[in-house]
Structure formats: structure tokens, C-alpha cells
């Protein structure tokens, strides 16, 4: 079992929509982040959150809007995505605040836009 | 330029052998280095680290080696068993950046 929750694990969206992704831990981590994953590639990083604050964006298109409400939580609002954007989104939280690189992600959310 | 290198796509080990996975990487500032392991569909898991002062790391069946001079990781699992298959992505931090620096995975397959 992961201790990093995605909903939902599937979004089929068309271009014109507005849809989010949600995560949750709950291992009282203080950094989040969203990755993007494309077949056979590494993930790409697009935001990073530290004690809910946004401190990396990766020049991501503004069609992707991440939020952070609490420490526990981090949401991706989509909106006029294009099919390019199909891909596994991955949210991952860690523990310490110097980077060690131990992140944990969960299972992802696996987005087609028609 | 990429400064995490995993050369090899695609790795056949047979059941109960040792598998080796390589990494090569050009920045010699980096500070940690990681093996994250990723099942299809499935997010990455961390599998083991090991910071740029030590050249080793052992937990269980899985040992990193790390060679400075070379700019050389690897990642040895043994004995290999069926559940290893999976892509093994190599990576590293800088500067306690939130960054991960990742190489292109190798996809490990374990014959039985």
C-alpha cells in the first residue's frame, strides 16, 4: 500500500474541460511535488511545494495549476489541456527538507485528453 | 546535455544470479545518488541511496557501489528473483535543490 494517495487513478478528458488531480499523504511530510511521467521516459518534474509554499515551477504551461490547501494535500487543476498532455501524473511527497532524493510517489493518475 | 547516463535499455538476468545495473553521471557536484524501481502503472519506488562521501551501501539483497573517480554507479541486486523485473531508474540531487537529476532507466528482466 502506498502512503501517497491519487484520485482518480484514471481521467479521460476532453480540451475543452476543467478537471482536477488530488493527493494526499499523510506521513507528515513538508514537501510535495507533481511529476509528469511519459511512456518509457523519466519522470518530469513540474511543481515542488516546501511547507506549502511554492518553490520550483518547472515553466509549465499555465493550463496546469497546482494548489496546495494544507500540508497534507496538494491539487493539479487542468484546464484547455491538449493531447500532448496525456501522460501518468505523479505526486510525491518527502520527509526532510534538505534533498536527499528519498521521495515517496503514489500510484499516479493516468490522464488521456480527446 | 544529460548528466545522469543508464546506457544499457534492457537487462536478461536469469533467476538466482546477480543482476548489475550501471549509471554513469557528469556532474561531480551531485550529492546523493539514488535506484528507484517502477513497476507499469505504477509510481517509482525508492530502493536505495547513497551520498557522494561513501562508496558503499548495502541493505539486503541490494548493495550500491560508488566510484568518484569513474563517475560510475551501480546497483547490485543478488540473488535476483522474479519480482525484480521492473525499470530501475538511476538518479541524483545537487545543491539540496528539490531536483532529481534522472537517467533514461534500464528494464530489468529476470528469467526464471
Known amino acids: 500500500d502506498t502512503e501517497v494517495t491519487q484520485t482518480p487513478k484514471h481521467l479521460v478528458m476532453g480540451m475543452t474541460n476543467k478537471k482536477s488531480l488530488k493527493c494526499e499523504q499523510h506521513m507528515g511530510h513538508r514537501a510535495m511535488y507533481w511529476y509528469k511521467q511519459k511512456a518509457k521516459k523519466p519522470p518530469e518534474l513540474m511543481f515542488v511545494?516546501?511547507?506549502?509554499?511554492?518553490?520550483i515551477n518547472e515553466s509549465v504551461p499555465s493550463r496546469f495549476s497546482p494548489e496546495c490547501p494544507n500540508s497534507s494535500l496538494l491539487n493539479l487543476h487542468l484546464h484547455a489541456l491538449q493531447p500532448e498532455d496525456s501522460a501518468l501524473y505523479l505526486c510525491?511527497?518527502?520527509?526532510?527538507?534538505?534533498?536527499?532524493?528519498?521521495?515517496?510517489f503514489g500510484e499516479g493518475s493516468r490522464l488521456t485528453v480527446l | 546535455d544529460q548528466q545522469v547516463k543508464q546506457n544499457s535499455p534492457s537487462l536478461s538476468v536469469q533467476e538466482g544470479r546477480i543482476s548489475i545495473l550501471n549509471c554513469d553521471y557528469t556532474n561531480s557536484m551531485f550529492d546523493y545518488f539514488l535506484w528507484y524501481k517502477k513497476y507499469p502503472a505504477e509510481g517509482p519506488t525508492f530502493l536505495i541511496s547513497i551520498s557522494s562521501i561513501k562508496d558503499k551501501n548495502e541493505d539486503g539483497r541490494f548493495t550500491v557501489f560508488l566510484n568518484k573517480s569513474a563517475k560510475h554507479l551501480s546497483l547490485h541486486i543478488v540473488p535476483s528473483q522474479p519480482g525484480d523485473s521492473a525499470v530501475y531508474f538511476c538518479?541524483?540531487?545537487?545543491?539540496?535543490?528539490?531536483?532529481?537529476?534522472w537517467g533514461a532507466g534500464t528494464k530489468l528482466i529476470i528469467k526464471p
Open positions: 538518479a541524483a540531487t545537487i545543491d539540496s535543490n528539490y531536483q532529481l537529476i
Open positions: 511545494y516546501s511547507y506549502e509554499k511554492l518553490s
Open positions: 510525491a511527497s518527502s520527509q526532510k527538507a534538505a534533498n536527499t532524493g528519498e521521495l515517496f
